[in-house]
């Protein structure tokens, strides 16, 4: 009955990995907007007008990435729970 402990403790550390990483990822997109944002201002013409697209499509798959994250950490949460209350109902966790 220890594995589920064992299985608990892995995901949950596997859970604070996918956490610190999209803490990083959302600080580094917000970075990357503002310095779309100040280029923008001054970007012109047709390398703009060819770049932005792309820009943009970048900027949707980031986003699209961190909400598979989160689609992750709640799998994680849920099985973590679900582990948790089987420990319980087997006297593994008071």
Do not use: C
Not at 9 to 18: E, F, M
Request: no cysteine; charged share 30%.
């Amino acid at each position: 009955m220890a594995d589920s402990n064992i299985l608990a403790g892995k995901l949950r550390t596997y859970h604070a990995s996918v956490e610190s990483h999209l803490k990083k990822m959302d600080e580094q997109y917000h970075r990357l907007k503002q310095s779309w944002q100040r280029l923008h201002e001054h970007f012109q013409g047709n390398s703009a007008r060819e770049f932005e697209p792309v820009w943009n499509g970048s900027m949707t798959m980031l986003q699209m990435y961190q909400e598979d994250a989160k689609a992750i950490q709640r799998i994680l949460e849920k099985q973590i729970a679900e582990l948790e209350s089987f420990d319980r109902r087997s006297g593994l966790l008071t």
